[in-house]
Nanobody, 125 residues
Framework: QVQLVESGGGLVQAGGSLRLYCAAS????????MGWFRQAPGKEREFVSA????????YYADSVKGRFTISRDNAKNTVYLQMNSLKPEDTAVYYC??????????????????WGQGTQVTVSS
């Protein structure tokens, strides 16, 4: 079992930055694909970003490309999401997720095995 705990969310003005953290425990996530998803009020949860086990490949939703950066420190069992140039439409609960499968479909929430409880990000205009 892998337990995931997100932190770093908060209230920020448009144009500001936040750094989200996802701390894993229970077992090493070294070989896991890690993803970030978000869910805005009244909307379905959507893919934000993913990083492969080695950190060599990263993927982003078009809506965040160029503004968000995902990274990981396997030694610390932690994944990060640096969010810059935030917009009001980025307001959502952000979830960290982990999956053992290292193939495609990283944008599909159903392919992930473990989920955190989420952290709220609110961007004011």
């Amino acid at each position: 079992q892998v337990q995931l705990v997100e932190s770093g969310g908060g209230l920020v003005q448009a144009g500001g930055s936040l750094r989200l953290y996802c701390a894993a425990s229970g077992r090493t996530i070294r070989s896991y694909t890690m993803g970030w998803f978000r869910q805005a009020p009244g909307k379905e949860r959507e893919f934000v970003s993913a990083i492969m086990w080695s950190g060599g490949s990263t993927y982003y939703a078009d809506s965040v490309k160029g503004r968000f950066t995902i990274s990981r420190d396997n030694a610390k069992n932690t994944v990060y999401l640096q969010m810059n140039s935030l917009k009001p439409e980025d307001t959502a609960v952000y979830y960290c997720a982990a999956r053992m499968y290292t193939g495609g479909g990283y944008y599909t929430e159903g392919s992930y095995d473990y989920w955190g409880q989420g952290t709220q990000v609110t961007v004011s205009s």
